[in-house]
């Protein structure tokens, strides 16, 4: 009898374990994850119409203004290489990360307030901005012409952001560093490669950048040889010495609306406007994924493919999850 009643208690004891792990697990998955790796599909039932969501406000945002697909699609890149993909770079601040040189010209903030506001209308305190900023590159992506693909949800919003962090691979940066900054996050050859090949086929950068190597070129006073001299004088005629450094310049000439191939066959005809994109032809290694991407070199590989793999790889650095972040309500300020 009283060994019996023993075996009871234990095994009543036991249930009440097993349903206080159960209960905190359920505590840390509406948190985001509990610790657990961003996955597609994360959001289930909680939130059924996250993606169609925001794919409509991402949608309407580009139509009216089609700067807004390029600037999401470096929003995200400039996120994930400072703190991880976290939504660091949404939070607005004197200080904030917004302010730092490299990130003044982004644009489509207000498209991802806006799609978080129609988030927690209907999935309050469940979407966090990291995960709807990279459902955003996607679609701006698809907008353009690219190719989609699936992405694994589950990150939190990260509670810090300063302009002082915000480290990025640079302009001028020789093919070297810029293989070391992907490798620190955990970013191979070939992703190199594709990010900055599908990062520079839409969108501009500044007069103020592009025009050091068309008009004085390592202190020759002469444009950089190796680049097209007709290219050369087109961008001369559009970013003249001493005019607005503020002006744009199409990244992709002849194609800057349009996520494709173009930019790596400029690459390889050097008409591209920035020398870190020059560099990418010069070694070897990145020549050679160029090459394959192109159909020039076997095995080829097929850019809008490689593109989603590089895309989930980035999103996936530093992610939140658990105690480390949160779900912010609004995506500019902290809870």
Known sequence: MGRGYNLLIVLVTFLILVAAVAAQGNRGSSRGGGG??????????????VESIVASVVRAHVRSNPANAPGILRMHFHDCFVHGCDGSVLLAGNTSERTAGPNRSLRGFEAIEEAKARLEAVCPRTVSCADILTLAAREAVVLTGGQGW???????????SQA????????????????????????????????????HTIGTTSCGLARAGFFNFNGTGQPDPSVDPKFVRSVQARCPQNGDASVRVDLDAGSAGRFDTSFLRNVKSSRVVLPSDLFLWRDPGTRAFIERLLGLRRPSLRFGTEFGKSMVKMSLIGVKTGSDGEIRRVCSRIN
Do not use: E
């Not at 657990?36 to 119409?49: A, I, T």
């Open 164 to 199: 002082s962090d915000v480290i990025l691979p640079g302009p001028f940066d020789p093919i070297d560093k810029q293989k070391r900054d992907f490798a620190a996050k955990t970013l191979n050859t070939l992703d190199l490669v594709v990010l900055v090949g599908g990062g």
């Open 36 to 49: 657990r790796r961003p996955r597609v599909g994360y959001y289930g039932n909680r939130c059924r119409n």
């Open 150 to 160: 699936r992405v694994p949800l589950g990150r939190l919003d990260g509670r810090i």
